[in-house]
């Protein structure tokens, strides 16, 4: 292993043959231990050569304008209690499902399940990166190469330049149980990256789970392909500590008639921002992308940031943004939704919607929705509301016998419904319901 003054001093070369980065980018990029070597090596030299080239985003930036990128900015992270945060059970333990344990981005294998299971080829990126040669080379940083344009992702680029672990999934059947990566801290000074690399060959059917949040401050990357006729379910649930500031990114390439469904739990974080990155390249496919976040101010700062972007390449395809915030005591909410139709993607169907329902007046959400479109012949619509609690349906409901907070937790589920029918499992759709309900009834009142 190459220690840490050499690899700053290669960094720092590397740095100034591609171009003069700033003052802060030399010092984040410094504060890190880089990867050398292994099937990545090109696809992080190009990395930080265009890292280099944008820089860190500044509230300048048109795509942080509502979410200051300083906590991601800055070289190190502040120190957080690793006791901070929740103790319930972690969503979907108690499933059957393959379990891969990260703790603070690193892979725990004491902790984890065998990496066998029917149907997919399962690797660790730590362990594959020796290999000069890997079926994951032609995927890692491709899809976030792709996704840097038209709008500058760098703390994308950072993560593949930094990233020593994660886990490379090559779907080759329809594997009988779901895939669960868990992540958990152990370090309050942990600045934790990890990279997923995911391919489903043609025809075939995953669902990817993903639960907890690790380190002081996070960094994942999920790049994933998906062939024709295949199906990717993904659903995270990030469950943070207040304290914690978080960046998370999907890049997904979606081919003829395949279908990726994603959604998200989000509940507290000081600073969290999730992005979204969808390439529709083949005729006939569907790309569905939906997030329930609940935010509380109550203990401290609560910033959430949902930035998707949804490229139409291709004929008859069918793409639906669909985010539901609840926010209280000083929460604030943002999102950033784009769909773009390019020339020759006829009979798009596209749906954006983004509603906000904020249960006291200090709370904020900010929205940008946008269409650009290419082709003549699309459905297409946006939509961003924000408002409170339906003082008349809650009437109803005190009418009827039920008590106030019961009510408004009644209330709050049915705004979230919408969100949660993207998720297909009624058995995972169940848990993600309950597990509302129970912060919910934990947090009204308060």
Not at 8 to 16: A, G, L, N
Not at 96 to 125: N, P, W
Not at 170 to 180: A, K, L
Request: contains cysteine; proline residues 4%; hydrophobic residues 40%.
């Amino acid at each position: 292993m190459v220690d840490t003054a050499v690899k700053t001093e290669q960094v720092t070369r590397q740095v100034s043959d591609a171009a003069k980065p700033t003052d802060a980018l030399s010092a984040r990029l410094a504060a890190l231990s880089l990867p050398d070597g292994g099937f990545t090596a090109a696809a992080r030299k190009d990395a930080l050569a265009r890292l280099t080239q944008m820089g860190l985003p500044g509230p300048r930036d048109e795509y942080w304008r509502y979410t200051d990128p300083k906590p991601f900015n800055a070289a190190q992270p502040q120190p957080m209690a690793v006791d901070a945060g929740a103790t319930d059970s972690p969503l979907f333990s108690d499933l059957d499902t393959l379990k891969l344990v990260f703790v603070d981005g690193v892979f725990d294998a004491a902790a984890s399940d065998d990496l066998t299971l029917e149907g997919a080829q399962i690797e660790l990126l730590s362990a594959a990166e020796a290999t000069s040669r890997h079926w994951a080379k032609d995927l890692y940083g491709t899809l976030e190469t792709s996704g840097q344009k038209p709008v500058k992702r760098p703390f994308a680029a950072l993560n593949t330049i930094a990233a020593r672990d994660g886990v490379l999934i090559r779907v080759t059947g329809n594997p009988s149980r779901p895939v669960h990566i868990i992540h958990r801290r152990a370090d309050e000074n942990a600045d934790a990256i990890w990279h997923h690399v995911v391919k489903l060959e043609a025809g075939t059917e995953l669902t990817l789970l993903e639960t907890g949040m690790s380190g002081a401050r996070s960094n994942g990357v999920i790049e994933a392909d998906i062939a024709d006729g295949a199906k990717l379910h993904y659903i995270a649930s990030k469950r943070a500590a207040h304290q914690t500031v978080g960046l998370s990114h999907i890049f997904a390439r979606v081919h003829a008639e395949a279908q990726l469904k994603s959604f998200t739990l989000s509940v507290n974080g000081s600073v969290m921002r999730h992005e979204g990155v969808i390439e529709i390249v083949g005729d006939d496919a569907v790309a569905h992308i939906a997030a329930a976040v609940l935010g509380d101010g109550h203990i401290g700062p609560f910033h959430h940031d949902d930035t998707v972007f949804i490229t139409h390449a291709a004929e008859r395809c069918e793409s639906r943004q669909v985010f539901k915030k609840v926010l209280k005591n000083g929460a604030q909410g943002v999102f950033q939704g784009k769909i773009l139709v390019k020339p020759g993607a006829q009979k798009t169907d596209g749906y954006q919607i983004s509603q906000a329902l904020l249960l006291d007046e200090n709370s904020q959400f900010l929205a940008k929705p946008e269409l650009e479109i290419y082709a003549d012949d699309v459905i297409c619509s946006h939509g961003s509301t924000t408002g409170a609690i339906d003082e008349e349906a809650l009437f109803y409901l005190r009418s009827r016998g039920i008590p106030h907070d019961r009510a408004i937790i009644f209330l709050v589920l049915s705004f979230l419904a919408d969100a949660l029918a993207e998720v297909d499992s009624e058995e995972l759709r169940m848990q993600i319901n309950d597990r509302l309900e129970a912060w919910l009834t934990d947090r009204t009142g308060k």
